[in-house]
Each structure stands twice: as structure tokens, then as C-alpha cells.
């Protein structure tokens, strides 16, 4: 809890002082909204909720954005959502509404089942620190996650629109320029699915594993798949730390992001490079041209993992790891 809102501090001060960097690039919205689906299902399922997301956006369609601000964006609203909703559904709806061939508008609604809000409190919503506690609700949030939306949204030239009543519950409507483009993946190009999915690699005796990602959405879609296996997993939101860890600590596997404040993954990889009893090191990036993952991997990764991961392809990994070391 402390360290998402020493994150979440961080974020809105680099927001409210422009100091955050724009990073557009070319991504697939159906592996982000996968990952979201995914992760969002299971922690409704621990509260006896449904989680029902519904995308009219082909599979196929590659937007030009920040992703960064976009996941953080989605995660933000869809977490206040559940957080605050004790019975019913969350339901988020997804539509992409093509101006030209090029240019076009990504919708997003997020609509809960909780107890709503009062018209006073919805005036004040988005402000820096509303702890608001909804009626018949017990917990409050850091009061930052919704000015993160606010001001990510104004830099991405978007919007955001509240509808909401007492005891009916709330909904949330997002609107983001944004390019598009349709492209097709060859088959060959797309990921193999474990055969079995019940049988989950097994290992000898339990991994230490280290998970060092300054984004919370991809340190928690990661320990979500990792779960499973019950590994001992540590987090990290930074470079420095996440080197001190693994030189202070036998690590067995390592989950490196590539760009992290203070030290960059490529930086920590090489300090181990022909060290014996050295940690599984995996490269954490959204960057995916061949000529980056080449260079990526020679820093001292053994394996490279795209961001949004992916859990067949995770699982392949951890297979070839488990065999290796039994």
C-alpha cells in the first residue's frame, strides 16, 4: 500500500510539473486489454463479483499512443471500481470510433454496481487527495488515482465524464485520440500455447524470484501468473534497489524491466555477466523490434519477455527452466 502511493506521488508530480515523458509507440490494445481482463477476473472472483469486458475493437488493430499513460489510466479506474463495489458486476466496455484511416477515437466505459456518488463529492472528484469514502463503503482511496486519470488524460488530449446516482452505482466514459492501424500477424508469429495448461511446470524446491518493474499494473499481472507456483517473490519499483537486492540475495529468477528510474535493466544485467551462481535473468520490455531484443539479450539476459506478457509464453519459459534444473 505504501509503495503504490509513494508511486502514485511520484507519478502526479512529474504530471503536474510536465515533467513526465511522452513515449508514443505502436502497441496491440487486445494484449492490453488481455492482460486487464485477466487480472481484473481474478480479483473479482475473490470478491464475489463478475467482471465482464467487452471489446468491439478487432484483434488485429494497433493503436500510436502512450501505453504507459493508457494502462495506468485503465488500471486506475477499473481498480476504484472493484475497490469500491461489494456486490453486482464491473463492466468495461471498449470501442474504437474511426475518423479517418489513420485517426481515430478510443472509447472506454468503466460501469460498476457500487453505492455511487453524491453530486458534492462528484464536483470535487478528480482533485489531488479526495479521500472520498462512499456511502456504505469503509475503506478510501490515496486520493490520487483519479487526478493521475485527470492529468494523463489532458496530455493525451482526451476526457473523461462521470454519470452516477445513489445506490445505482457509477459509470466512467473516456475518450483518447489516437492512431490506428490494422494489421494482421502471421501465424508463425503467434505465441504456441502450452498443450496442457493443467500441468504447470514443477520445480525441485521453491524460487526466490525478484520482480523489478516501475509500472504497479505490470508488477501485478506478472506475480498474478507467478502465483501459481508459489514461488517467494519480491517487488521492486527501481533500478537501484533491484540491483542492491540481487547482490545482497541468491535470487534464482529475476524479472529485469528494461527501463526503471535510477538503473536501467540492460545496467544490472551486465554486473552479472560470468558470475557463477548467477540469477534467470528475464528481459522486461515493450520494446520488440528484432535489432532491440537482439541487443537487449547480449547485455546478460536469458530470456526476453514483451510487455503485455503473456502467460503461455511465461509458462514456456519457466518449463524450460524447471527441466534444466531437475
Not at 515533467?19 to 475473490?46: G, M, P
Not at 506475480?223 to 541468491?250: Q, V
Request: proline share 5%; glycine share 6%; aromatic share 10%.
Amino acid at each position: 500500500m505504501i509503495l503504490h502511493l509513494v508511486n502514485d506521488t511520484i507519478e502526479i508530480s512529474r504530471l503536474e510539473e510536465n515533467a513526465s515523458v511522452s513515449n508514443h509507440e505502436w502497441f496491440e490494445l487486445y494484449q492490453c486489454l488481455h492482460i486487464l481482463d485477466s487480472f481484473f477476473k481474478a480479483e473479482t472472483k475473490r470478491k464475489h463479483l463478475e467482471f465482464k469486458l467487452h471489446s468491439s475493437v478487432n484483434k488485429n488493430v494497433y493503436i500510436h499512443s502512450d501505453k504507459r499513460k493508457i494502462e495506468k489510466i485503465l488500471w486506475n479506474l477499473t481498480a476504484n471500481a472493484v475497490k469500491f463495489t461489494n456486490e453486482g458486476e464491473i463492466s468495461f466496455f471498449v470501442s474504437l470510433e474511426t475518423k479517418t484511416k489513420e485517426q481515430g477515437i478510443l472509447l472506454i466505459e468503466v460501469k460498476d454496481t457500487g453505492p455511487g456518488i453524491s453530486p458534492e463529492v462528484k464536483d470535487k472528484l478528480f482533485q489531488k487527495y479526495n479521500q472520498f469514502v462512499p456511502e456504505g463503503c469503509g475503506i478510501s482511496g490515496s486520493g490520487l488515482g483519479l487526478s493521475i486519470v485527470k492529468l494523463s488524460l489532458e496530455e493525451l488530449k482526451g476526457s473523461v465524464e462521470v454519470e452516477s446516482k445513489l445506490g445505482e452505482g457509477s459509470t466512467f466514459r473516456v475518450s483518447i485520440p489516437i492512431l490506428w492501424k490494422f494489421e494482421e500477424k502471421p501465424p508463425s508469429l503467434m505465441p504456441e500455447i502450452i498443450s496442457n495448461s493443467n500441468q504447470l511446470p514443477s520445480f525441485s524446491k521453491q524460487q526466490k524470484v525478484l520482480i523489478a518493474d516501475d509500472n504497479d499494473l505490470n508488477r501485478k499481472v506478472l506475480k498474478s501468473y507467478l502465483k501459481p507456483f508459489g514461488f517467494e517473490i519480491k517487488e521492486t519499483s527501481n533500478g537501484i534497489e533491484a540491483e542492491r537486492e540481487l547482490l545482497d540475495t541468491a535470487y534464482d529468477i529475476a524479472f529485469l524491466d528494461i527501463e526503471m528510474p535510477g538503473k536501467h535493466g540492460t545496467e544490472i544485467a551486465k554486473l552479472f555477466t560470468g558470475k557463477p551462481d548467477r540469477p534467470i535473468l528475464f528481459a522486461c520490455t515493450g520494446l520488440c523490434m528484432p535489432e532491440e531484443k537482439e541487443q537487449i539479450l547480449n547485455s546478460g539476459f536469458e530470456y526476453f519477455m514483451p510487455k503485455p506478457y503473456l502467460k503461455e509464453e511465461l509458462y514456456e519459459h519457466l518449463r524450460e527452466i524447471a527441466e534444466k534444473r531437475t
